[in-house]
């Protein structure tokens, strides 16, 4: 797969279910949390690296939006896909598929490099750049998900 060189792959855990019968809104959001700590390892920001380069990503914004429903043992994959990059802000979508390959979520997300000697906004490291443009240049070609860019609102 071209969004994530080997995706993120879980269970759904038992305590993440809730009163509904299927995984609570916020272990979505957990989920896509462990997803972009796999992208991070991906792009070269392991926890080594982060501590070499004083380097890290932060969320700035995330839009989920929940699909279907997940259920207890259900295996669920993340994928990534790129829709922006500048020099220190990708905007990006994770898509959550179940083991049928069905779309249950997205999470549609800013997100910006940061260095942690400052706490400021700053450039990715080069070597990461280079990884991110490697994959944004693929990830250009794609279609949208129809998810990408939504806003919230009561449609009349």
Not at 48 to 58: G, K, N, P, S
Not at 89 to 106: K, L, W
Not at 115 to 138: C, G, L, S, W
């Amino acid at each position: 797969m071209d969004h994530m060189s080997s995706g993120f792959t879980c269970f759904v855990k038992k305590e993440w279910v809730d009163y509904n019968g299927h995984m609570n809104d916020a272990e979505y959001a957990k989920v896509f949390s462990l997803a972009l700590d796999k992208w991070m390892e991906e792009i070269g920001l392991n926890a080594e690296a982060r501590e070499r380069y004083a380097y890290t990503i932060f969320t700035l914004e995330t839009h989920l939006c929940y699909l279907m429903e997940a259920h207890e043992n259900e295996k669920i994959t993340v994928s990534l896909q790129l829709l922006d990059v500048d020099a220190k802000r990708v905007h990006a979508i994770f898509m959550m598929n179940n083991q049928d390959g069905q779309r249950i979520a997205t999470s549609e997300q800013m997100l910006m490099g940061m260095d942690t000697a400052t706490n400021r906004p700053a450039p990715f490291p080069e070597v990461v750049n280079e990884k991110i443009m490697e994959v944004y240049k693929i990830h250009e070609q794609l279609d949208r998900p129809k998810q990408a860019g939504r806003t919230i609102g009561i449609k009349r």
